[in-house]
């Protein structure tokens, strides 16, 4: 879930910081451009957002899988017990391929998401960083880290709305094996089956939390990566600055460092998202419903709900189900998408500055 980076200047006139909606959440001294410049970086920005959130997500793919199965798997009859012994009965049953199911529906929905969020943020941080130069009279003005947590709750919102019903069927995908007794063939067949069987509302189960869970996670990424780079090309400690330039290492462990804040705040709304986006399958897969050995896993009527009945069934611990897994994933996965974003972004030449 779904992090990234903004960085850039501000133009001295209002004019040049409605038009350039890219790169102000830093340090305000970007110069004016020409619209059609403008939006050519803006098309280079989605571009380099798509590309950063394809790549990380898939070079953890095995790892995301895991962590979901863990998530709904039914408690009465368990099969996943821990991250390696996970990933080895994977492997055991499935093959290679089954450490890599659903992630072609993943790649799917976070090329679009990750390039919105991207996108969405550039735009969000240069609005609220115009409206906090006004109102404080002050043009030189910075964003704090408060104000970088609003826009970047407001990207994540965004981009997980405008996705979020390939991000439901990705997640029964994920969790089918060859076991289950009804097979979704992939993406557009599931989105069509649950459409149909369900209803459109299906479409948006488990959204709630997830919008709740966009403010930790996605906001806290974007605030601490950033006050993190501003802080070390301010201070320049241990050497780790040239030239007020981090490097990719540097970068990097400003990546994981963010994804570990975000992702530990936010993880017990990404289980109960999870759990409720496989209410009402009636063809559940055998790690939901438990192979007809017990059980069919619990009705939820909401998100209050589901905390309730997850919390009195399986204990508080419930809610952090698959956390290993994840945490060693979504450092990496967090990480990766920052610097590629950055990287891409220089290749395709997206800050054309002008000296002030």
Known sequence: MASEDVVGKTSKSAVSTI???????????????????????????LVAGGVAGGVSRTAVAPLERLKILLQ??????????????????????EGFRGLFKGNGTNCARIVPNSAVKFFSYEQAS????????????????????LLRLGAGACAGIIAM?????????????????????????????????????EGPRALYKGWLPS?????????LNFAVYESLKDWLIKTRPFGLVEDSELSVTTRLACGAAAGTVGQTVAYPLDVIRRRMQMV???HAASIVTGDGRSKAPLEYTGMVDAFRKTIRHEGFGALYKGLVPNSVKVVPSIAIAFVTYEMVKDVLGVEMRISD
């Not at 709904?72 to 049953?93: A, E, M, S």
């Not at 919008?211 to 906001?219: S, W």
Request: aromatic share 10%.
């Open 280 to 282: 009402g399958w009636s």
């Open 72 to 93: 709904v798997q039914n408690p009465h009859n368990i099969k996943y017990n821990g991250t390696i012994q996970g990933l080895k009965y994977i492997w055991k049953t």
């Open 211 to 219: 919008v709740i869970g966009v403010i930790p996670y996605v906001g």
């Open 126 to 145: 240069k609005g609220i960083l115009w409206i906090y130069q006004q109102q404080t009279g002050n043009e030189d003005a910075q964003l704090t880290p």
């Open 161 to 197: 709305s405008a996705t979020y019903p390939m991000d439901m069927v990705r997640g029964r995908l994920t969790v089918q094996t060859e076991k289950s007794p009804y097979q979704y063939r992939g993406m557009f067949h599931a989105l069509s089956t649950v459409l149909r069987e």
């Open 19 to 45: 038009v350039n909606l890219a790169e102000e959440a830093k340090l305000a001294r970007e110069g004016v451009k020409a619209p059609s410049h403008a939006i050519l970086s803006i098309c280079k920005s």
